[in-house]
């Protein structure tokens, strides 16, 4: 079991910056990837960024250059650097770690404003 608490959401202006934090506790040395969902009103649950136990990234399009996904393994935690926000940004952003089982945290609201 894993379990995952995510931090660090809020309400910022369009072209500011906020840093996600999760933290993993339970069985995290059986972690393959941990990474970010998010998911905006009336629309489907989307890929953000993940990174691998080997530290491979993997991010989606719309985040690229603008969002950075990094780990510190020795406090177990996953960090999304979010910079230059868009409105298109706003979204629960979710935790996620796979282990051949897939987990995820509570959510946390970004809001975006212009």
């Known amino acids: 079991q894993v379990q995952l608490v995510e931090s660090g959401g809020g309400l910022v202006q369009a072209g500011g910056s906020l840093r996600l934090s999760c933290a993993a506790s339970?069985?995290?040395?059986?972690?393959?990837?941990i990474g970010w969902y998010r998911q905006a009103p009336g629309k489907q649950r989307e890929l953000v960024a993940v990174?691998?136990?080997?530290?491979?990234?993997n991010y989606a399009d719309s985040v690229k250059g603008r969002f950075t996904i990094s780990r510190d393994n020795a406090k177990n935690t996953v960090y999304l650097q979010m910079n230059s926000l868009k409105l298109e940004d706003t979204a629960v952003y979710y935790c996620?770690?796979?282990?051949?089982?897939?987990?995820w945290g509570q959510g946390t609201q970004v809001t975006v404003s212009s």
């Open positions: 996620n770690a796979w282990t051949f089982k897939s987990y």
């Open positions: 339970g069985s995290t040395f059986s972690i393959k990837t």
């Open positions: 990174i691998s136990s080997g530290g491979s990234t």
